[in-house]
């Protein structure tokens, strides 16, 4: 017989004894916003589902709803929260005002690979101060999660040479730190989430994005820039997927520790993984005719200038507003100097 935790059937399921849950199978819905196919489920989510089953012996298998089929991104949080899925993409640049802090793995200049952003984030939101001032203010647990490769500079006309050429440009951000970024470099950022840049580009709305190079391909965005900065870096964006507390506090024990394991485990080969596959997504692009231009010297230095004040003025901003931030940004760059999650 088996229990599916979420919507009406979980208030049963989760008020079994744990000795009772131990003796049945269980079927946790899970929900994204992602495309079919997107490569972060694939490298990530999947096999960490696939991991946890049979960790289990078959115990714990998952109901996936991809593609926006449950709630848009801005929503997984308020839908995890409240039962209707037991385990969402919350990623946190789309719930700002929720999980502010959390930003401090997306500002510019931080790292220039996955994994470096990815392994420090992993500890600081699984065991310091973001576990406990963001995860756990919202009844969440942190299950996974990548941390992109630093975003680029996407456009659909003109290359960006200098810092004159990013003035006015209207370009995709999502939200926050990433607005900060843009701003310090007088463009104009124009704040949505990934699923809506596609139809937004396509009408000229917008001049270009701040984007990963992976998501370019998985939103078919690369059908229509024809540029890509190459040499600074813009920022990042975590992508996380988190279970709701009480869900997570009613498993048994031996479910627990082998979804543990099989986040431990997933975690370096996943941002691992991104890295690699941003080799072979450059040359894909590159063959369909898209230029990745390296910003000269003069212009990567005096970009690197101004991008210096934005974690400071994010975090200056969030302290003022009572939220932790300069002891998040210390954190934070203390793991990166040690090398993230050791």
């Keep these: 017989m088996k229990k599916t935790l979420g ?3 979980a208030a049963f399921t989760l008020a079994l004894p744990v000795s009772t849950l131990q003796a049945q199978a269980l079927e946790l819905k899970v929900a994204d916003s992602f495309p079919a196919g997107h490569y972060l489920v694939r490298l ?12 289990t012996n078959g115990g714990v298998t998952f109901t996936y709803y991809p593609n926006q089929q449950i709630g848009k991104a801005a929503d997984m949080l308020r839908l995890t929260q409240s039962g209707v899925v037991d385990i969402g993409y919350i990623a946190p640049s789309y719930v700002s005002d929720k999980m502010p802090l959390s930003e401090v793995a997306q500002l ?13 984030y992993w500890k ?20 996974m999660a990548v941390v992109l ?16 050429d990013m003035q006015g440009l209207k370009l995709r951000t999502t939200g926050g730190a990433q607005d900060l970024t843009l701003r310090a470099l007088n463009a104009v950022p124009v704040r949505m989430a990934a ?16 984007f990963p190079l992976d998501s370019v391909v998985s939103y078919g965005l690369d059908k229509l820039v024809k540029h890509a900065t190459e040499g600074v870096s813009f920022g990042s964006f975590i992508v996380a997927y988190s279970i709701n507390q009480s869900v997570w506090d ?10 543990d394991e099989a986040s431990e485990a997933i975690t370096p080969k996943a941002c691992a993984d991104v890295d690699k596959e941003g080799e072979v997504t450059t040359k894909h692009l590159k063959d369909q005719g898209i230029s990745f231009d390296p910003l000269p010297d003069a212009t990567r230095a005096e970009m690197k200038d101004k991008l210096k004040g934005v974690s400071q003025e994010w975090a ?26 050791k």
């Excluded at 990530?44 to 960790?55: E, F, G």
């Excluded at 009613?250 to 979804?259: N, R, S």
Aim: hydrophobic share 40%; glycine share 8%; with cysteine.
């Design 124 to 143: 600081i939101a699984r065991e310091g101060l973001l576990a406990k001032q963001e995860y756990a203010p919202n009844k969440i647990k942190l299950l």
């Design 44 to 55: 990530m989510l999947k096999p960490w589902m696939d991991d946890v089953t049979k960790r």
């Design 149 to 164: 490769p630093p975003y680029q500079v996407w456009t659909v006309k003109s290359k960006v040479e200098s810092i004159k």
């Design 250 to 259: 009613k498993l048994p024990e031996d479910v627990k520790k082998a979804m």
């Design 195 to 210: 699923p809506d840049a596609y139809e937004s580009l396509s009408r000229g709305t917008m001049d270009g994005l701040l």
């Design 7 to 9: 919507w009406a059937a």
């Design 108 to 120: 510019p200049g931080a790292f220039a690979t996955s994994c470096q952003g990815t392994l420090a």
């Design 316 to 341: 200056s901003g969030l302290d003022s507003r009572g939220k932790q931030a300069s002891a998040a940004l210390k954190e934070f760059e203390g793991l990166l100097a040690a090398g993230g999650a």
